[in-house]
């Protein structure tokens, strides 16, 4: 699929269609565009859902991490990126940090993140999943597209084209 955002608010502002981020993220990887259904999983610098569900192959998909926000640890890593490019995740959103940010942006992915920070995160195994998350001014629930390129992201209950 091949669309911009901006685009897509120009052919649908004033529809109540979709929702846009607030412009809080980091672009990384080598994928700056990219789109696909919204999984969601909110933790607390704690990647072990991370990880599990990134193992899970699907098609068409971004990952949503609400992590609260933290600065204080990484929720993905160059490992993490490399397994969701191979179970095909089309990109990744994290309201919190990723590490490895040298080796992921030459990845083919597409990835938003608030910063980066060395530290990896905790293994609590706590979390929960396909919750509606809320952050950057949007609410982000299972099975809403999103649509991330350089102008921004943008979340939709249906499909924009």
């Not at 955002?5 to 990887?29: N, P, R, V, W």
């Not at 994928?31 to 859902?49: H, P, R």
């Not at 990845?107 to 910063?115: Q, T, V």
Request: hydrophobic content about 40%; overall charge negative; some cysteine.
């Amino acid at each position: 699929m091949t669309f911009t955002t901006a685009a897509l608010c120009d052919a649908y502002s004033g529809k109540d269609h979709f929702q846009i981020a607030e412009s809080l993220f980091m672009s990384f990887g080598g994928n700056a565009m990219f789109s696909g259904q919204i999984t969601t999983l909110k933790t607390f610098e704690d990647n072990v859902l991370v990880k599990s569900i990134l193992e899970e192959k699907v098609q068409n998909r971004v990952l949503v991490i609400d992590g609260g926000g933290s600065h204080r640890c990484a929720l993905i890593d160059a490992n993490l990126a490399a397994m969701a490019i191979e179970n095909g995740w089309q990109g990744i959103v994290i309201y919190g940090c990723l590490r490895n940010a040298d080796i992921i942006e030459t990845m083919p992915i597409g990835i938003r993140a608030l910063h980066t920070h060395p530290l990896k995160s905790h293994k609590k195994d706590h979390g929960d999943r396909d919750l509606l998350v809320s952050f950057a001014g949007v609410n982000f629930k299972k099975d809403y597209y999103l649509y991330a390129d350089s102008d921004g992201i943008i979340v939709s209950a249906t499909i924009l084209s």
